[in-house]
């Protein structure tokens, strides 16, 4: 099995640079926003902080390719680079803490690409989730200060608590039903958003979540935490890891069930 142990000391490198980026900017009172032709926002804070990933993956890994959300795909070659510098930037330009700096690093394989290494960074929160393929996952403030992550052991649905990010995207795509059935036979839900419902599947804290629309630099660092620390990451159709353009991550016991409601 291939050592990934450099190129997750470089995402945390990655990271604790982003962090020190974003931070400074985070509740500027001369923020810069912008409207992107998605009519989701994009901050300067965004734009500086994946300019600021790629230069220094040029210099550290000039062979990688990148792909990030506000500057597109850079290079070609079997690994590949993906990079949210903001995940949840209408969180973060309204000044609520819950937005993060996503870097996975996939390897292209048999089955297609594959994330192997994945770093989630959420510095207002305090907070950092990691994993790397054959490693396991952890969280903690640095690599030589951390827990490791193990996905609960819930087994009802009835027993569960399910994550989601809204009901807007479930409505559009004419999936609320079966959305709305779900919450029903769950024992809790709460709508937490973005990457930190996946992070609560790995801690254990949360059982299932799911999302009905999403690009894969949202989704590539949070599937290899989450199966890294047991459990499963998924399409609303069922195939593993982020390339679905949607998603479903669980402990494991309860995925077939979560997506007995969800798939179209």
């Not at 190129?7 to 001369?30: C, G, Q, S």
């Not at 810069?32 to 998605?38: A, H, I, M, R, S």
Request: charged share 25%; with cysteine.
């Amino acid at each position: 099995m291939p050592d990934y142990h450099d190129d997750l000391r470089l995402a945390h490198v990655l990271a604790d640079a982003a962090d020190a980026t974003t931070m400074e900017r985070f509740k500027a009172l001369d923020l810069k926003v912008e409207t992107k032709p998605d009519m989701t926002p994009v901050s300067e804070a965004d734009k500086a902080a994946e300019e600021l990933i790629r230069t220094s993956l040029q210099r550290a890994r000039p062979r990688d390719a990148v792909l990030g959300e506000e500057f597109g795909s850079e290079g070609t070659g079997p690994r590949r680079w993906v990079v949210d510098p903001i995940d949840g930037t209408k969180n973060y330009v309204r000044g609520v803490p819950v937005w993060a700096t996503l870097i996975a690093l996939m390897e292209r394989g048999e089955g297609g690409d594959r994330p192997v290494v994945g770093v989630v960074s959420a510095p207002a929160l305090g907070r950092r989730w990691w994993a790397a393929e054959g490693l396991g996952a952890y969280t903690g403030r640095s690599l030589s200060s951390a827990s490791r992550l193990t996905v609960s052991k819930v087994s009802n649905l009835s027993d569960a608590s399910f994550a989601y990010s809204s009901l807007s995207g479930w409505e559009e795509r004419g999936r609320l039903n079966g959305f709305l059935d779900l919450t029903r036979a769950c024992w809790r839900t709460r709508g937490y958003g973005d990457f930190w419902p996946y992070m609560m599947v790995a801690e254990g804290s949360v059982d299932i979540c799911a999302e009905p629309e999403l690009s894969l630099w949202d989704m590539a660092a949070n599937a290899v935490i989450v199966q890294e620390a047991g459990g499963r990451f998924t399409g609303l159709d069922g195939v593993p890891g982020p390339n679905s353009g949607d998603a479903a991550a669980s402990n494991g016991l309860l995925h077939g069930v979560m997506l007995d409601y969800l798939r179209p």
